[in-house]
């Protein structure tokens, strides 16, 4: 988003100051101000809530969770962690976060279902078994059905390094949900709502000519040149 969409936003702000030591745009620290900064720059730009940190719990107060998390983590007797060549090849492999909490969690959960097995001694029909009995219970949604598959897959594939396995084991479909989209009320609603002209014209020209906002953004203005036009129109006489 350009900085001069920013600075209309900020205008529009009450008690909004610009201060010339720091050189930038400021307003009171208080919950409703924030309130009004989330509303105002909702799908426009991202907050940093280290500046209203008064009151606010900040992200540095929680602890940072990463893949040496799950190794120092204190576990009920008798549970089966994620072996250490499994979170080494995640970290390896530079895995996000978020891919990493999943295979480690489903494979956890896999390997405790089998704890009197041997990892190696688990056969391949006990995972048909497992994972046929998640895909027939409607708790688990197919997502969750495909993160358990590719956390185990992750273990004997990337891990010990065997050819790729399980190809007998089908994959849930996914599901085809159709996109969600608002009505001509609520459109007009929003270009009612709108006081900016400028932003007004914004949401008028993205629903008239169904642009992407990047799209939007990369629009250059038309400059006419009529020299050019009736250049153009005896050359299209000649031809």
Request: hydrophobic fraction near 35%; proline fraction near 4%.
């Amino acid at each position: 988003m350009s900085d001069k969409v920013i600075e209309s936003l900020i205008k529009q702000m009450p008690d909004a100051k610009w201060s010339k030591a720091f050189r930038m745009a400021y307003v009171p620290n208080t919950k409703g101000r924030l309130h009004q900064l989330f509303r105002t720059f909702q799908g426009v730009a991202w907050i940093n809530l280290n500046s209203f940190s008064q009151g606010y719990r900040r992200q540095g107060d929680n602890p940072i969770l990463t893949v040496d998390w799950f190794r120092k983590r204190e576990l009920p007797e008798g549970y089966r962690r994620c072996p250490e060549e499994y979170l080494q090849k995640l970290e390896t492999k530079q895995y996000a976060l978020n891919t990493a909490k999943a295979y480690i969690y489903h494979f956890e959960k896999f390997i405790n279902h089998f704890k009197k097995v041997e990892l190696l001694g688990i056969q391949e029909e006990d995972i048909l078994q497992y994972m046929n009995a998640i895909a027939v219970d409607s708790n688990y949604s197919k997502s969750y059905q495909n993160q358990a598959l590719n956390s185990i897959k992750f273990y004997y594939e990337m891990v010990l390094g065997m050819p790729n396995r399980f190809y007998s084991i089908d994959r849930p479909r996914k599901d085809k949900k159709l996109p969600v989209v608002i009505s001509k009320e609520e459109v007009k609603r929003m270009i009612d709502l709108t006081g900016n002209i400028k932003h007004k014209c914004i949401i008028m020209l993205l629903y008239s000519a169904g642009l992407r906002r990047k799209e939007l953004l990369t629009l250059k203005p038309f400059r006419h040149r009529q020299q050019t036009n009736v250049y153009l129109c005896q050359e299209c006489q000649r031809q």
